[in-house]
């Protein structure tokens, strides 16, 4: 009995794994409800790994003819480099990102991961090398060491926890009573935004895709847990190439780049301080969020 338990057991645990990672990218840009697209060509080949460096280049997009979103996006990310996208609402952050996973094809110009066209890639192979945390995580009727573990189920329980540590949820775990073996969701214990997100961050550092992909909550955050996942992205950003949708520019800071979108074009490129110096778009967001919050 035992025999045939365990590997339903964990063809069910692969399958809800699976379930979670697209239920994960498909909620970062609300597409729940929107059918596929895109479907592979018939010569699209799985993307080949490489260092992890992406390139927009000249990138036009548009939902309807008649109306141009994305107007000619050029800029590149080197391995291991964060990135992050800044700008008003409805400046064309998401639909990049949506151009990224390929849930749209670009109308015009091409983006490229580790110089492969997106359109010649298969898009299971896309989207195995882009780790997702999304604003809201969602999170099963397990334990946090099966949610964490959900980012790739070999791991061991050591690699899981050196995950955990990475996230910086260590020092929480050890304060609940039944620590990792706790269970979270609809009938465990309810997760914060910033838990969760740190549960995601742990998932997506046991999986370790060359390129991850951090859409920061829009909703206020606590300063600790800010600061919580502000070190655990740090982390993740030594390794891997990390773009990051920010909303809150205290985010940005350490970024390598920030590329600042207003109306789909790229209106200004650079680290936080030379943008500063510009006294253009970004030092005026950027006085505009220190106003608000003192
Ligand atoms: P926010 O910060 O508010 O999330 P954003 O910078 O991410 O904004 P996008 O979501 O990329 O902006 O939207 C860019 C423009 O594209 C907006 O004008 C939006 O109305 C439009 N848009 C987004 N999704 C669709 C869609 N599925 N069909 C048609 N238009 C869309």
Redesign the pocket.
């Known amino acids: 009995m035992m025999q045939v338990f365990m590997p339903l057991n964990f063809l069910g645990f692969v399958y809800r794994e699976m379930k979670g990672a697209m239920a994960n990218i498909e909620k970062l840009f609300g597409l729940l409800d929107?059918k596929a697209k895109v479907v592979d060509g018939p010569e699209a080949k799985p993307l080949q790994p490489g260092p992890g460096r992406i390139e927009f280049d000249d990138v036009r997009f548009q939902?309807?003819p008649d109306?141009p979103?994305l107007k000619g996006i050029r800029f590149t990310v080197e391995p291991r480099q964060k990135v992050a996208?800044v700008?008003?609402?409805?400046?064309?952050?998401?639909?990049?990102?949506?151009l990224l996973f390929r849930f749209y094809d670009v109308s015009e110009g091409a983006i490229r991961i580790d110089g492969q066209d997106l359109r010649n890639v298969t898009q299971h192979s896309l989207r195995s090398a882009i780790g997702v945390v999304p604003q809201d995580t969602v999170l099963f009727n397990t334990s946090i060491l099966e949610n964490v573990r959900y980012g790739r189920v070999s791991a061991t329980d050591q690699e899981v926890w050196e995950a955990i540590r990475l996230a910086h949820l260590d020092g929480f775990i050890e304060r609940l009573p039944e620590g990792i073996d706790t269970l979270v969701g609809e009938r465990g214990l309810k997760l914060s935004g910033g838990e969760k997100q740190r549960v995601a961050i742990a998932r997506a550092l046991l999986k370790r895709p060359p390129i991850m992909v951090f859409d920061e909550a829009?909703s206020s955050l606590d300063s600790h847990s800010e600061k919580s996942i502000l070190t655990a992205l740090q982390e993740v950003a030594l390794e891997q190439t990390t773009l990051v949708?920010a909303?809150r520019l205290s985010t940005v800071v350490d970024a390598d780049s920030i590329v600042v979108?207003e109306d789909?074009e790229v209106v200004e490129q650079g680290t936080h301080d030379a943008l500063l110096q510009r006294q253009g778009h970004y030092a005026r967001l950027w006085a505009l969020q220190r106003q608000q919050a003192s």
Not at 87 to 98: D, E, Q
Request: aromatic content about 8%; hydrophobic content about 35%.
């Open positions: 929107v939902y309807h109306r979103i996208i700008g008003s609402s409805g400046a064309g952050k998401s639909t990049l990102f949506k829009t949708i909303h979108l789909g």
